[in-house]
């Protein structure tokens, strides 16, 4: 039986708004989720709850007190979530601006030497470690991924890694190809040869698909977006280890020397991830018997991984009396059909019907999908294999099998 029953994911998408409609196109299904995922409920509230409050943290009165609190308990709950061997975590604008913070420190503080990375990054931490890099006079080295699999291993980093590798960016799962990658193994290669070496991951894609033990990973600097893990826009999440804390950053001169957050940041921000992590221990309960929480958030993570897979395998293999994709002769996959790597996300094209095409016509018959476009954004992953777009079809736990079959059977028509 699986982890997530009809029953729970009943219970499941209660929790979420605009499960199954918005106010814009009224009924849908959303396949969209990595774009943004759905909102929790709560976080709506809690968002509007702080956004009336007008006090600030750091003063002598009692609504400034409990601001203090809740941040206090909102890094408290990144903590549990994240399981952390050290450092801090802190909100900024966006994952974007957090991963050019992070890399330009690390760039700057590191010394002479090279930054490696990977041809499968999304431009925000390629982009950020080929300024930095060239700023600070290193040089910027890029490690081809594979274009079959869609993903990159230690394989291909290993030929680069050299003593003077000071700096390291690693993608955990790419927005183009679905397709997850193994940091742990890259970060413990990287630290065989050089231990002080400052290794920065790009989260943003990973983080609503399944576990993150930075514990585990051993790297300096771990980035998400909330807005695509059930909580909202506005802010960005970042956890740095002690090491990269100590390095000099953009500071208030005469302020705290470890301070990485740039003036008074928003309460409902860290309120509303606490509701997230609030949310992945309720799964986590109700998925397992465990009495401890981080064991319950393990445990969700572990659900949510089940289902996405439940989910994309079905849409691949057929549900029901449905064809999967596989077996239509005109749909070619990105990263191919059975690739383990996969995190709840399918890319794909059809023969003869323009990506945009595609997009549009599902969206007709109320199923959201994206177009990705081979520029700035994908064009490092599209280009290689001779595309010009590609369709992309993102899942999140909340999805049914429901919502697949009627994905299935619109893919049917669009590639008869």
């Given at each position: 039986?699986?982890?997530?029953?009809?029953?729970?994911?009943?219970?499941?998408?209660?929790?979420?708004?605009?499960?199954?409609?918005?106010?814009?196109?009224?009924?849908?299904?959303?396949?969209?989720?990595?774009?943004?995922?759905?909102?929790?409920?709560?976080?709506?509230?809690?968002?509007?709850?702080?956004?009336?409050?007008?006090?600030?943290?750091?003063?002598?009165?009692?609504?400034?007190?409990?601001?203090?609190?809740?941040?206090?308990?909102?890094?408290?709950?990144?903590?549990?979530?994240?399981?952390?061997?050290?450092?801090?975590?802190?909100?900024?604008?966006?994952?974007?601006?957090?991963?050019?913070?992070?890399?330009?420190?690390?760039?700057?503080?590191?010394?002479?030497?090279?930054?490696?990375?990977?041809?499968?990054?999304?431009?925000?931490?390629?982009?950020?470690?080929?300024?930095?890099?060239?700023?600070?006079?290193?040089?910027?080295?890029?490690?081809?991924?594979?274009?079959?699999?869609?993903?990159?291993?230690?394989?291909?980093?290993?030929?680069?890694?050299?003593?003077?590798?000071?700096?390291?960016?690693?993608?955990?799962?790419?927005?183009?190809?679905?397709?997850?990658?193994?940091?742990?193994?890259?970060?413990?290669?990287?630290?065989?040869?050089?231990?002080?070496?400052?290794?920065?991951?790009?989260?943003?894609?990973?983080?609503?698909?399944?576990?993150?033990?930075?514990?585990?990973?051993?790297?300096?600097?771990?980035?998400?977006?909330?807005?695509?893990?059930?909580?909202?826009?506005?802010?960005?999440?970042?956890?740095?280890?002690?090491?990269?804390?100590?390095?000099?950053?953009?500071?208030?001169?005469?302020?705290?020397?470890?301070?990485?957050?740039?003036?008074?940041?928003?309460?409902?921000?860290?309120?509303?991830?606490?509701?997230?992590?609030?949310?992945?221990?309720?799964?986590?309960?109700?998925?397992?018997?465990?009495?401890?929480?981080?064991?319950?958030?393990?445990?969700?993570?572990?659900?949510?991984?089940?289902?996405?897979?439940?989910?994309?395998?079905?849409?691949?293999?057929?549900?029901?009396?449905?064809?999967?994709?596989?077996?239509?002769?005109?749909?070619?996959?990105?990263?191919?059909?059975?690739?383990?790597?996969?995190?709840?996300?399918?890319?794909?094209?059809?023969?003869?019907v323009a990506p945009v095409d595609v997009v549009a016509r599902l969206n007709a018959q109320g199923?959201?999908?994206?177009?990705?476009?081979?520029?700035?954004?994908?064009?490092?992953?599209?280009?290689?294999?001779?595309?010009?777009?590609?369709?992309?079809?993102?899942?999140?736990?909340?999805?049914?099998?429901?919502?697949?079959?009627?994905?299935?059977?619109?893919?049917?028509e669009i590639a008869s």
């Open positions: 039986m699986p982890m997530i029953s009809d029953d729970l994911l009943e219970r499941i998408r209660a929790r979420f708004a605009h499960v199954a409609s918005d106010p814009f196109q009224g009924e849908r299904v959303f396949f969209e989720n990595a774009g943004g995922a759905l909102t929790l409920k709560s976080v709506v509230e809690t968002s509007a709850f702080y956004a009336a409050i007008p006090d600030n943290q750091g003063r002598d009165n009692v609504a400034s007190h409990a601001l203090v609190d809740v941040i206090a308990r909102a890094r408290a709950d990144m903590a549990d979530l994240m399981t952390p061997p050290d450092g801090q975590f802190f909100v900024g604008e966006s994952g974007t601006e957090l991963l050019f913070r992070l890399i330009s420190a690390a760039c700057l503080g590191a010394g002479p030497g090279r930054v490696l990375g990977s041809t499968l990054e999304h431009p925000a931490s390629r982009s950020a470690a080929a300024r930095w890099a060239g700023i600070a006079g290193q040089a910027h080295v890029l490690v081809p991924h594979d274009d079959a699999s869609g993903t990159v291993g230690v394989g291909h980093y290993a030929p680069e890694i050299t003593q003077d590798t000071v700096v390291a960016t690693i993608l955990h799962t790419s927005p183009v190809t679905g397709m997850g990658v193994d940091v742990a193994a890259i970060a413990k290669a990287i630290r065989a040869v050089n231990p002080d070496c400052f290794i920065i991951v790009d989260g943003i894609q990973h983080a609503a698909h399944g576990r993150i033990d930075l514990g585990d990973m051993g790297v300096d600097g771990y980035v998400i977006s909330p807005y695509k893990m059930f909580s909202r826009h506005g802010y960005g999440l970042a956890w740095i280890s002690d090491r990269l804390a100590s390095l000099p950053h953009n500071n208030l001169l005469k302020g705290p020397e470890k301070n990485w957050e740039m003036g008074t940041r928003d309460t409902g921000a860290y309120a509303t991830f606490s509701d997230v992590v609030s949310y992945l221990d309720w799964l986590g309960g109700e998925v397992s018997d465990e009495s401890d929480r981080t064991a319950r958030l393990r445990a969700a993570g572990a659900a949510i991984h089940e289902h996405e897979k439940r989910l994309s395998d079905a849409m691949l293999h057929g549900t029901g009396n449905l064809p999967g994709l596989a077996a239509m002769d005109k749909v070619e996959i990105i990263g191919g059909i059975d690739n383990p790597a996969r995190e709840g996300l399918v890319s794909l094209n059809v023969q003869g199923i959201r999908t994206h177009l990705r476009k081979a520029d700035h954004y994908s064009g490092n992953v599209l280009e290689p294999l001779g595309l010009e777009g590609c369709v992309r079809v993102s899942l999140c736990h909340y999805n049914s099998l429901g919502e697949v079959a009627q994905f299935l059977a619109a893919m049917q």
